[in-house]
């Protein structure tokens, strides 16, 4: 998937309990909302838990392969936006993350846009619209991608592109 926005959802706003084969390029999924709302669960969880049947046996195996460039997971009311669990199986547990924000205090990531408020454009009362504003220190902080050409509003993408699904105009 490419230049996809999932926001305000509630609880998460991407999850694969069963594996699964996933490419995320310039999406963002963010759970910040304008209500209060007391959530527990992060904006994007992803696992390889198996599928068993009542007696605990499995019935199919279930790998995740993961790859995510140039996104955005952010949100509010948790620490941790992102929740990528290795369950204990077999089967394939595969991820790659580049280029991407992430709202998290785990040192494992170890990645340099870690915690980095994105900075969306607020209009209005909170009114979020997802564009990035223009003193946002993500702006250009994304990899050249050639098959991304534009974003969500049909802008072309720079050569060193926004992370997220939409484009900085300046």
């Given at each position: 998937a490419s230049n996809v926005l999932i926001n305000s959802c509630g609880q998460e706003a991407f999850i694969a309990l069963h594996g699964g084969n996933y490419t995320f390029r310039h999406c963002t999924f963010d759970n910040s909302h304008t209500y209060v709302i007391q959530r527990k669960f992060p904006a994007f969880l992803a696992t390889n838990n198996d599928y068993k049947n009542k007696s605990g046996?499995?019935?199919?195996?279930?790998?995740?392969?993961?790859?995510?460039?140039?996104?955005?997971?952010?949100?509010?009311?948790?620490?941790?936006?992102?929740?990528?669990?290795?369950?204990?199986?077999?089967?394939?547990?595969?991820?790659?993350?580049?280029?991407?924000?992430?709202?998290?205090?785990?040192?494992?990531?170890?990645?340099?846009?870690?915690?980095?408020?994105?900075?969306?454009?607020?209009?209005?009362?909170?009114?979020?619209?997802?564009?990035?504003?223009?003193?946002?220190?993500?702006?250009?902080?994304?990899?050249?991608?050639?098959?991304?050409?534009?974003?969500?509003?049909?802008?072309n993408r720079s050569a060193t592109p926004d992370p997220g699904c939409y484009e900085s105009k300046y």
């Open positions: 046996g499995v019935i199919v195996k279930s790998s995740l392969r993961l790859k995510m460039y140039n996104s955005i997971i952010w949100g509010e009311g948790v620490d941790e936006e992102l929740d990528l669990e290795k369950a204990n199986t077999t089967s394939v547990f595969d991820t790659l993350i580049r280029n991407t924000v992430i709202k998290s205090k785990k040192d494992y990531l170890k990645m340099p846009l870690v915690n980095i408020d994105p900075r969306f454009k607020v209009t209005g009362s909170k009114n979020t619209n997802y564009h990035l504003d223009s003193i946002s220190k993500i702006r250009q902080r994304g990899m050249y991608m050639p098959f991304v050409k534009d974003d969500m509003d049909d802008l």
